[in-house]
T-cell receptor, first 112, second 111 residues
Framework: DAGVIQSPRHEVTEMGQEVTLRCKPI?????LFWYRQTMMRGLELLIY????????DSGMPEDRFSAKMPNASFSTLKIQPSEPRDSAVYFC??????????FGPGTRLTVT | SQQGEEDPQALSIQEGENATMNCSYK?????LQWYRQNSGRGLVHLIL?????REKHSGRLRVTLDTSKKSSSLLITASRAADTASYFC???????????FGQGTRLTINP
């Protein structure tokens, strides 16, 4: 298996632009998680899905952030409009059960 | 605030020595996990210990869990340069599926 796949790996955008991050979980995993990692705040859970259904989005910072999982093999995290404080590494992780999680390589987002 | 807090924040030792990292948490848990993150990479799951277990081994890794003190430790024996990474503990609150990660311990193994 190729593991969790994220794209793009790096994204540089200007403030106010829309950003879409993509994730393909490991086949057969029924849970998907989106995290954000910064030096100041560490690793924060933004939202997670079970069987494509959002379960907990309490970590989503504000209405500028949205996430979808239209099917078991694809999820997106969208930021619109982006702001400099959104600069971070965004990780997607999937899990076969409610135990160990498998992380993707991350997307490094820079908003100027 | 974070559920898990690692201690120390940074640790630097010589190759071949043992490295011990600690994690404290606040609420009751189902299990506690340890993850490793190499620079610029995603986290990699190392080991899971359930709330009814006290110790677990995996290769050079030894994890202990003391639920009465709400703490865990990760011991890496005979460290190698390749063990240089950040190590995170993660806990799941009872009844919740999501994990909460600590701030991590940055481990540096000097050759």
């Amino acid at each position: 298996d190729a593991g969790v796949i994220q794209s793009p790996r790096h994204e540089v955008t200007e403030m106010g632009q829309e950003v879409t991050l993509r994730c393909k979980p490991i086949s057969g995993h029924n849970s998907l998680f989106w995290y954000r990692q910064t030096m100041m705040r560490g690793l924060e859970l933004l939202i997670y899905f079970n069987n494509n259904v959002p379960i907990d989005d309490s970590g989503m910072p504000e209405d500028r952030f949205s996430a979808k999982m239209p099917n078991a093999s694809f999820s997106t995290l969208k930021i619109q409009p982006s702001e400099p404080r959104d600069s971070a590494v965004y990780f997607c992780a999937s899990s076969p059960q409610a135990y160990e999680q498998y992380f993707g390589p991350g997307t490094r987002l820079t908003v100027t | 605030s974070q559920q898990g807090e690692e201690d120390p924040q940074a640790l630097s030792i010589q190759e071949g020595e043992n490295a011990t990292m600690n994690c404290s948490y606040k609420t009751s848990i189902n299990n506690l996990q340890w993850y490793r993150q190499n620079s610029g990479r995603g986290l990699v799951h190392l080991i899971l210990i359930r709330s009814n277990e006290r110790e677990k081994h995996s290769g050079r890794l030894r994890v202990t869990l003391d639920t009465s003190k709400k703490s865990s430790s990760l011991l890496i024996t005979a460290s190698r340069a390749a063990d240089t990474a950040s190590y995170f503990c993660a806990t799941d609150a009872r009844g919740a599926q999501k994990l909460v990660f600590g701030q991590g311990t940055r481990l540096t193994i000097n050759p």
